[in-house]
């Protein structure tokens, strides 16, 4: 009797990991591949990696050269990696605290990256709606 009940826990737990990972995938594609943002833009201030927000960062830009002028997923999407509008965007990235104001970088989603000072640095998407809350609070576009 002991078997069967571990087997159906083990079936479940997996099916829900492959199943999370698949929306993460989905995701993915969904906002940023088919996104297709291309752009390059100057920080205008060093980015704000608040504690709590495993890593990810807010990077406030000038716009140089872009194709979107204008993005607003704020209360559309779950999880987002930018917002556009005019010559200003946010963006929400992991791992790029070591940049400072002044910094040039280059976005393109399809590809996934944004590139600064020679390092490429992969687009993930956070998840955590709390950290949108701190967005929204302080931070955004619209």
């Known amino acids: 009797m002991r078997f069967p009940v571990i087997f159906v826990t083990f079936i479940l737990i997996g099916f829900f990991f492959f199943y999370g990972f698949y929306r993460k995938e989905e995701d993915t594609k969904r906002y940023l591949v088919n996104l297709d943002l291309k752009m390059r833009g100057v920080l205008l201030t060093s980015p704000d990696c608040q504690n709590g927000f495993n ?5 406030n830009v000038r716009v140089i050269k872009g194709n ?5 997923p704020v209360g559309k999407e779950n999880a987002y990696f930018a917002e556009i509008k005019n010559d ?5 990235q992991d791992g ?3 940049l400072k104001k002044g ?3 280059i976005v393109d989603t399809k590809a ?4 600064c000072n020679g390092l490429r640095y992969s687009i993930l998407l956070n998840d955590d709606y709390r950290f949108y809350n701190y967005v929204n609070k302080n931070y955004s576009l619209f």
């Open 112 to 115: 996934q990256s944004i590139t």
């Open 96 to 98: 790029v605290g070591n």
């Open 88 to 92: 200003t965007a946010l963006l929400f």
């Open 68 to 72: 979107i002028r204008y993005y607003n």
């Open 55 to 59: 890593g990810f960062c807010i990077l």
């Open 103 to 105: 910094d040039t970088i």
